[in-house]
């Protein structure tokens, strides 16, 4: 009796590790509102404890499938971050804990039949009684020691994604997930993994427990390379499209300059003839000379006198652009000499917002309106800039992948919006009413005392 009741407060000290180390690996890469994380992990105790006694009492598959579930929900409830990454990260928690258990308990019993079959009668009933203490205690240290060193990999698979991505990393691990659970409950059916016929029953069980214990490494191998390489890919994707847009962006700026250095080289004889055509009095002539000069160096209209020459050529090129493709183009932008933003940056910015603008108007019907409308302003200590444009779109779920799968990206271009305003301690806000679009962007400008 003494002995039951020590394991059963083992068992409630096992039972709040688990909680509490699980909790705070959720607190590092999800949102949590205040007390969440408490409730979390108390709700997750009594979770664990109720599903172990399912399992023992009445049906293993009944018990751990009501864990998972549970432990799902809870994840998905009690922390603050996009639906798809609390499945991820709860995902990659079940498949932890179970590998590593299962990993622990196939290589202490194999261990055993190794090396401890022929104990003496009292260190035999020791080595017994100790053994579901060594188990546990062993499951446990691993699960820590491997979230302590997926701790820093973890962080970039966490950081700042699109919603599909997190989604598409984390059905195979659910997959495993189950997979895991039924083959666990066929062992308690008694099928288990078997060699020859001709073997013994200690070789069988020398046979399954290897077996298991390889299963075991090669699943955490394959689920670490499956997460890590999907991540490694999406970095390289992204630093191939903000390559791509650097090299865009010193291309349009090298054309402006070009243009520019042929007319200042050109302006001698530009000059020559403006006076011929008003010593003529040819005021047509030369109103429609000029303007041509104006065009040829980038100086059409006023639109471009942000204050910032890599606005200006920016906004230059993509009214060009929008207006060859018959869409209404406004502009009031103003941009503050000490913005605090890297002017490349500041290119990736609205680069990124006008692109994903003309890309909306292209698609509506040449009969239907099509506009964008870009406005900034001062607002005490922040920068606004608000981009409004007509679209298609129905709701707010097709903005991160409408037409972008056969492209470069699902939701790149969004991504990096995202990301730079962030890099900056901006926000950024969407808004869809009727058949508007509109985006905006606020980045705190650094006082100049600062």
Known sequence: ???????????????????????????????????????????????????????????????????????????????????????????????????????????????????????????????????????????????????????????????????????????????????????????????????????????????????????????????????FGMDRIYLEQKRKEQYQAKIEFYTMLEEQYRQMERLRHDMKNHVTALQGLVEQREWEKMKHYLQQIAVTGAFEGSEEATGNQVADALLYQKRMEAQRKGICWEADMQVPKKCGVDDFDFCVLIGNILDNAIEACEKLPETSERFILIRSCMQKCFFLLEVRNSTNLKDMGCILYTGKSKQRGHGIGLLNILETAQKYHGTVETELKGKVFTIFVLLPVPRADA
């Open 1 to 227: 009796m003494n002995q039951e009741c020590y394991l059963f407060l083992f068992h409630i000290v096992f039972y709040a590790g688990y909680a509490w180390s699980i909790e705070s690996f959720l607190n590092k890469y999800l949102d949590s509102p205040k007390h969440a994380g408490k409730i979390f992990a108390v709700l997750l105790f009594f979770n664990y404890a109720i599903g172990n006694a399912i399992c023992l009492s009445t049906s293993y598959l009944a018990g751990v499938s009501l864990y998972h579930l549970m432990f799902f929900l809870l994840a998905l409830f009690l922390f603050r971050a996009e639906t798809e990454k609390k499945l991820l990260a709860a995902a990659i928690l079940i498949v932890c804990v179970e590998l590593t258990s299962r990993f622990v308990d196939s290589g202490v019993n194999l261990i055993q039949l190794l090396f401890f079959q022929e104990i003496p009668g009292k260190a035999a009933a020791v080595y017994s009684s100790c053994q579901e203490y060594l188990i546990s205690i062993l499951e446990f240290a691993a699960f820590l020691a491997a979230a302590y060193f997926l701790k820093k990999p973890l962080a970039s698979v966490f950081g700042r994604k699109i919603k599909k991505w997190y989604l598409m990393l984390a059905i195979p691990l659910i997959a495993l997930i189950i997979i895991m659970d039924i083959a666990a409950w066929g062992a308690t059916k008694g099928i288990l993994v078997r060699g020859e016929d001709r073997w013994n029953f200690y070789y069988n069980q020398l046979f399954s427990h290897g077996a298991n214990l390889l299963l075991s490494l090669l699943a955490m191998c394959a689920a670490c390379f499956y997460i």
